[in-house]
């Protein structure tokens, strides 16, 4: 039976859940507040862009509840943090490349500070831990 992992494990999976599903819902509610909040600039098509915006804070929140089902089980639960962690390292780096060519404003990577990099450390350390239990797990009970 694997160890039970360490407690900081769950609440940081917990908090960052409770974030996206509140970052989430507020992409959803207020999808042009967010949009300029978020340093972007004002949308052309403000029929088209709120439903963008809307659609993901749909995705963030999504994955606010996964993050939460997650923290039961860390380790068992490793491929939504690595899915978590992708997005977390691709969205700051897409944003960037956007600042960097002039289509969005530096002021957007404020954002990336509590959407995206203070979790990078949590969530790696996480993973870490989880490959070390299924190594241990593998050596305490070898397949067939």
């Known amino acids: ?29 207020f999808p042009t507040l967010s949009f300029a909040n978020s340093g972007m600039r004002d949308p ?10 809307q659609c993901i804070g749909m995705i963030v929140g999504v994955y606010g509840v996964a993050y939460i089902l997650a923290a039961r089980d860390p380790a068992r ?11 977390k390292l691709f969205g700051p780096v897409g944003l960037a490349f956007g600042v960097a060519t002039g289509q969005a404003r530096p002021e957007g ?3 990336c500070l509590t959407n995206d990099l203070i979790w990078w450390v949590p969530f790696v350390l996480i993973l870490w831990y989880a ?10 009970h070898p397949s067939p």
């Open 109 to 111: 990577l404020i954002t």
């Open 44 to 53: 052309d098509k403000p029929l088209y862009y709120p439903q963008l915006w």
């Open 131 to 140: 490959y070390r239990e299924s190594h241990v797990s593998e050596a305490t």
């Open 77 to 87: 639960h490793w491929p939504v943090i690595l899915v978590g962690l992708l997005g």
């Open 1 to 29: 039976m694997p160890r039970r992992a360490p407690k900081w494990m769950y609440f940081v999976l917990i908090l960052a859940g409770v974030y996206n599903l509140a970052w989430g819902a507020w992409a959803v509610l």
